[in-house]
T-cell receptor, first 110, second 115 residues
Framework: EDQVTQSPEALRLQEGESSSLNCSYT??????LFWYRQDPGKGPEFLFT???AGEEKEKERLKATLTKKESFLHITAPKPEDSATYLC???????????FGKGTTLSVSS | NAGVTQTPKFRVLKTGQSMTLLCAQD?????MYWYRQDPGMGLRLIHY???????AKGEVPDGYNVSRLKKQNFLLGLESAAPSQTSVYFC??????????????FGPGTRLTVL
């Protein structure tokens, strides 16, 4: 069964304190791994798609990496506006829809 | 370019009532999806459509029906609402399933409460 596990569930950082979020997955033939950001009361906002192990993508203070079993979302020198829930999802070879993890809620204080 | 829009934003129903949620996209996307999001659980797929006139069941389809009469619209119906259907509903769309064009873009959500 395809499964996505995100850790930690919640993470509190001081402004400027870099860290990483983890997304572990088991899927029958990975077609894509997706990272989204979700603010309270809003819909998920697309951040990155990774398709193969070793691939990396960056956007401002965020960098996503992918291995054969997990993905990391690295946050460098975070700011309070980076506070949000970060969702990871995978699509399998046979699948149409995304399988989502439960998310990591990040809080950055100044 | 509005992206994906959903109406209504909020709704309160009594048990047994029916309603329809509307999703519209202006990106000419072929694929559309309905998810629900509940506390402590990830987003779960209810139904999806791979093109105008087609629908298919997702992970949690019971109690819901869908229709895709026009490419840009995807309707989610609840025929007889139950308290277990209290949730936040998200619509999403994607251009295709090919690498590079399979990103799903989400709407702002509909918060539904069933009393």
């Amino acid at each position: 069964e395809d499964q996505v596990t995100q850790s930690p569930e919640a993470l509190r950082l001081q402004e400027g304190e870099s860290s990483s979020l983890n997304c572990s997955y088991t899927v029958s033939g990975l077609r894509g791994l997706f990272w989204y950001r979700q603010d309270p009361g809003k819909g998920p906002e697309f951040l990155f798609t990774l398709y193969s192990a070793g691939e990396e993508k960056e956007k401002e203070r965020l960098k996503a990496t992918l291995t054969k079993k997990e993905s990391f979302l690295h946050i460098t020198a975070p700011k309070p506006e980076d506070s949000a829930t970060y969702l990871c999802a995978v699509r399998s070879q046979a699948g149409t829809a995304l399988i989502f993890g439960k998310g990591t809620t990040l809080s950055v204080s100044s | 370019n509005a992206g994906v829009t959903q109406t209504p934003k909020f709704r309160v129903l009594k048990t047994g009532q029916s309603m329809t949620l509307l999703c519209a996209q202006d990106m000419n996307h072929e694929y559309m999806y309905w998810y629900r999001q509940d506390p402590g659980m990830g987003l779960r797929l209810i139904h999806y459509s791979v093109g105008e006139g087609t629908t298919a069941k997702g992970e949690v389809p019971d109690g819901y029906n869908v229709s895709r009469l026009k490419k840009q619209n995807f309707l989610l119906g609840l025929e007889s609402a139950a308290p277990s259907q209290t949730s936040v509903y998200f619509c999403a769309s994607s251009y295709s399933l090919r690498d590079g064009t399979d990103t799903q873009y989400f709407g702002p959500g509909t918060r539904l409460t069933v009393l």
